[in-house]
């Protein structure tokens, strides 16, 4: 990492992380933000605790850099220091550096709430959350991705109209599963027939390309949250806090459907 201050810890322990993974970058400074150039088409902005923005000021960079077809993700110095292996595997995700798995040679299977809440934590940046259904990916007899849903809810604009979320979609670190997410999506609608599928895309790290290929359509934009920090960098939501050592925000959330 060229030319970065080592005095400013998290940066410095990322850049020997990101040395060690063989992952090359480029360092610079604009306009009081931090960056790291990973390639033509993907920086990262490094948000340390102290910073000076509001999250439309955030919000405003990636839109910049996406007019020029590159892909800004804006990460938090709490998540590095909280849970550097998973921003790793996800830095790798990004370049493609993942060990590739295809979706056809995976099979399905319900998973227990311990078992999903023990892969969530261990393999999605945000952790687990309260879910209805639960399946994981298995190749094999190894558990290589989870996907939870919520129950169905009916809706009142039409009569037996039932909708769903998709809660939380995770692989294993260090893998991609070709094929995987759509999978499990289409096993969860041959079982439970909803009228529409729902999930939200965090614009710290991204735009729901994924979501966009598998046919959803952008619905909303949710505005920015704030949250609490915890002794453990944990972040709680505002209201559930009453006393922590910092506050931290995110760049909110993309609404999409996916209608049958």
């Given at each position: 990492?060229?030319?970065?201050?080592?005095?400013?810890n998290w940066h410095?322990h990322?850049s020997i992380a990101l040395?060690n993974?063989?992952i090359?970058?480029?360092y610079?400074?604009?306009?009081?933000?931090?960056?790291?150039?990973?390639?033509h088409h993907?920086?990262?902005?490094l948000?340390?605790?102290?910073n000076?923005?509001s999250?439309?000021k955030?919000?405003q960079?990636?839109?910049?850099y996406a007019?020029?077809n590159?892909?800004?993700v804006?990460l938090?110095?709490?998540l590095?220091?909280?849970r550097p292996?998973l921003?790793?595997?996800?830095?790798k995700?990004?370049?493609?550096?993942?060990v590739r798995i295809?979706?056809?040679k995976?099979?399905?299977?319900?998973?227990?709430?311990?078992e999903a809440?023990?892969f969530?934590?261990q393999?999605?940046?945000?952790?687990?959350v309260?879910?209805r259904?639960?399946?994981?990916?298995?190749?094999?007899e190894e558990l290589?991705?989870?996907?939870?849903?919520?129950?169905?809810?009916?809706?009142?604009h039409?009569?037996?109209y039932?909708?769903?979320?998709?809660?939380?979609f995770?692989?294993?670190?260090g893998?991609?599963?070709?094929?995987g997410l759509s999978?499990l999506?289409s096993?969860?609608?041959?079982?439970?027939k909803?009228?529409?599928l729902?999930t939200?895309?965090d614009?710290d790290?991204?735009?729901?390309?994924a979501?966009?290929?598998?046919?959803?359509e952008?619905?909303?934009i949710?505005?920015p949250?704030?949250?609490?920090?915890?002794?453990?960098?944990k972040?709680?939501?505002?209201k559930d806090?009453?006393?922590?050592?910092?506050?931290?925000?995110?760049?909110g959330?993309?609404?999409?459907?996916?209608?049958?």
């Amino acid at each position: 990492m060229n030319n970065l201050n080592a005095e400013d810890n998290w940066h410095h322990h990322l850049s020997i992380a990101l040395a060690n993974n063989q992952i090359e970058c480029c360092y610079f400074l604009k306009d009081g933000f931090h960056l790291l150039q990973l390639n033509h088409h993907i920086i990262i902005h490094l948000v340390s605790l102290q910073n000076p923005f509001s999250a439309g000021k955030l919000i405003q960079l990636q839109e910049i850099y996406a007019i020029n077809n590159i892909k800004l993700v804006h990460l938090w110095e709490d998540l590095w220091l909280s849970r550097p292996v998973l921003v790793l595997a996800r830095i790798k995700s990004l370049l493609g550096k993942n060990v590739r798995i295809y979706g056809r040679k995976t099979k399905i299977f319900k998973v227990t709430k311990p078992e999903a809440d023990e892969f969530l934590n261990q393999n999605h940046l945000q952790g687990s959350v309260s879910s209805r259904y639960k399946f994981g990916l298995f190749e094999k007899e190894e558990l290589v991705a989870v996907a939870t849903f919520s129950a169905l809810r009916k809706m009142n604009h039409s009569e037996n109209y039932r909708s769903a979320e998709l809660i939380r979609f995770a692989v294993k670190a260090g893998y991609s599963i070709t094929g995987g997410l759509s999978k499990l999506i289409s096993h969860f609608l041959e079982t439970y027939k909803p009228n529409d599928l729902m999930t939200y895309a965090d614009r710290d790290w991204s735009a729901g390309e994924a979501y966009t290929k598998l046919g959803f359509e952008q619905t909303d934009i949710l505005e920015p949250m704030v949250y609490l920090l915890d002794e453990n960098l944990k972040r709680l939501i505002k209201k559930d806090y009453q006393t922590a050592r910092q506050e931290v925000f995110n760049t909110g959330s993309i609404k999409f459907i996916l209608w049958f």
